[in-house]
Structure formats: C-alpha cells, structure tokens
C-alpha cells in the first residue's frame, strides 16, 4: 500500500515564474492538504482540499492556488515566484471519516527560487 | 485562534535518560492535539493524539505524552531515551471549530547523546 507520494522531489525556479507541485494520497484518503514548511521553521497550512473544492486556507496570497481531481489527487501551483517562496512543500493526506484523524504526510517537494 | 508553542529549539539528554519535549497550546474549545516527528530529508511522521479520556496517551516508538487542561500543556515524554530518537519534533493542535486545520509549532530538536 503506498503512502502518500509527491513529485518531483526537487525543483529549481528562477524568480517570477510558475510552479506545480503534486500529490497523489495514501489509498483511501479522500483529503489533502498542503504546507510550507520554511527551513528551521515548522510546516505552515497552506490550504486543504476535500470533494475538489478548496475546504479552508491557511495566510497564504492568491498567488497559491490548488486543485484536487476526482482520484483525490491534488496539485498546488504557485505563480510570480518569489525568493521567499523556497522551502520544503508537503502533502498530507487524511480520511474525512470519523473526528481528528491523523494526517499522513508525503516526503515533500524541495523548491528553490532563485 | 487556535496556536501552539514549543518553548525550547533544542533539547540535549543522554542516552538511557529520560526526556521531555514541552508544548502548550492556546485554542477554543476542546482541543485536539498531536505529535508529530521529521527525520532528515522526510515528511512528518505521527506520534500520537489526545483527543478526549485519559490524560496520559502512549504512541509509538515508546513515547508517550501527558495531556494538562489547566496549564495548557501537551509534554512528550519517553522514560529512556535512544540516540535514534533524535530528530525534529512538532506539537500541533486542531479545534473542533475549524475542523480542516491542523497547525504546528515551530519544533524541537531533539539530541541524544550515546
């Protein structure tokens, strides 16, 4: 049973441009949400995503924008890159059965912007 | 709004010692609060939950953690640390009234020394 997995696993950007990053869940997992976690800082809610539509977002600009499909898989995009943008993204998928069910998390995408 | 705090960066025990990672939290209404552990280069891993019930939940790798209502804290705790232990460590926290989002502290760093 694979778990969460994320790709690519390392990307290189150069300021201004565009990014996707993807997620596919762990089987069964109907939830996805997505963090940035800075280096030496701890993971930042970004945005979760539950039945293709956007369940709640975290203080993050409009430049972040998501999607989920009907696999439940997801995709975060960023546009206008910025250099403070660079960190380690990451998934985590979650059943939306039952209360306060623990997140699952993939290993994360490295982005840097230069 | 819901928030929690990890007061130490770093915490330094010998091997075969006792440990503890500290957090408290701030959150209307009942909280549910989790811990979570990054390895180099990975994603987060879940601990354990507290939810409701007893205050002392066991998780995995032999940690446990001591749920106190009145001081608003959720300390981890293992009776004899292993130099394996050493990793990041996340406290984190989810209320009922926003039911999507978990958030995270900015973590520990947790060093054992053989």
């Known amino acids: 049973d694979a778990g969460v997995t994320q790709s690519p696993t390392h990307l290189i950007k150069t300021r201004g441009q565009q990014v996707t990053l993807r997620c596919s869940p762990k089987s069964g997992h109907d939830t996805v949400s997505w963090y940035q976690q800075a280096l030496g800082q701890g993971p930042q809610f970004i945005f979760q995503y539950y039945e293709e539509e956007e369940r709640q977002r975290g203080n993050f600009p409009d430049r972040f924008s998501g999607h989920q499909f009907p696999n439940y898989s997801s995709e975060l995009n960023v546009n206008a890159l910025l250099l403070g943008d660079s960190a380690l993204y990451l998934c985590a998928s979650s059943s939306s059965q039952g209360y306060a069910e623990k997140l699952f998390f993939g290993s994360g995408t490295q982005l840097s912007v230069l | 709004a819901q928030s929690v705090a990890q007061p130490e960066d770093q915490v330094n025990v010998a091997e075969g010692n006792p440990l503890t990672v500290k957090c408290t939290y701030s959150v209307s209404g009942n909280p549910y609060l989790f811990w979570y552990v990054q390895y180099p280069n990975r994603g987060l891993q879940f601990l354990l939950k507290y939810i409701t019930g007893d205050n002392l939940v066991k998780g995995s790798y ?53």
């Open chain 2, 62 to 114: 032999g940690f446990e953690a001591e749920f106190n209502k009145s001081q608003t804290s959720f300390h981890l705790k293992k009776p004899s640390a292993l130099v394996s232990d050493s990793a990041l460590y996340f406290c984190a926290v989810r209320s009922l009234s926003s039911a999507s989002k978990i958030i995270f502290g900015s973590g520990t760093r947790l060093s054992i020394r053989p």
